[in-house]
């Protein structure tokens, strides 16, 4: 299976804090994707890392990539109440093909 | 406004029956995929399509059957042969030719085998 793995399986925060999940995956990737859902719904896009990149942000959002190492982490800044979700991250390979392997999810929940 | 409607969000079946999710996305975009997601787990590919009247078996097609007679809907059988089919279904699109192939969701059917 391609599917990634994230680390930790949860995560618990005092509202301020930040919070750094991982995700580790086996191929060779074209890009990383982190998605988000919250409880019961779809998942959101968050933001996407090509291959041969290094480091994005976006807002809050701060997402690295080695793939030396075959891993991210996904880093929440000043993390608020309605950050708490589950937190996927998703490859794409380079064999061409247009799926996303998803890994298993980091479910975050921020205490007021 | 634009989006992936899914359809029912909730859903109850005896043993024995088949029942269709239904897809249907105002996007424009080529692809179609459906996804499984059991509780505490990630989401595991069902089947995809990338284009209208073809697709393609994902990881765990085994019980189900899609057909895309139309760009905007990818409808998805779970069948009696499914042995355990009580789990979240996710429904996705994505533009295909974009690079970066990224998934817009649906917001989910729940089925439940009684």
């Given at each position: 299976s391609q599917q990634g793995e994230e680390d930790p399986q949860a995560l618990s925060i005092q509202e301020g804090e930040n919070a750094t999940m991982?995700?580790?995956y086996k191929t060779s990737i074209n890009n990383l994707q982190w998605y988000?859902?919250?409880s019961g719904r779809g998942l959101v896009h968050l933001i996407l890392i090509r291959s041969n990149e290094r480091e994005k942000h976006s807002g809050r959002l701060r997402v690295t990539l080695d793939t030396s190492k075959k891993s991210s982490s996904l880093l929440i800044t000043a993390s608020r109440a309605?950050?708490?979700a589950s937190y996927f991250c998703a490859t794409?390979?380079?064999t061409g093909a247009n799926n996303l392997f998803f890994g298993t999810g980091t479910r975050l929940t921020v205490i007021p | 406004d634009g989006g992936i409607t899914q359809s029912p969000k909730y859903l109850f079946?005896?043993?024995g029956?088949?029942?269709t999710l239904s897809c249907e996305q105002n996007l424009n975009h080529d692809a179609m995929y459906w996804y499984r997601q059991d509780p505490g787990q990630g989401l595991r590919l069902i089947y995809y399509s990338q284009i209208v009247n073809d697709f393609q078996k994902g990881d765990i097609a085994e019980g189900y059957s899609v057909s895309r007679e139309k760009k905007e809907?990818?409808?998805l059988?779970?069948?009696s042969a499914q042995k355990n089919p009580t789990a979240f279904y996710l429904c996705a699109s994505s533009q295909v030719g974009s690079g970066a192939n990224v998934l817009t969701f649906g917001a989910g059917s729940r089925l439940t085998v009684l």
């Open positions: 991982n995700c580790s988000r859902q919250n309605a950050d708490t794409r390979d380079q | 079946r005896k043993e029956q088949n029942v809907s990818f409808p059988t779970v069948t």
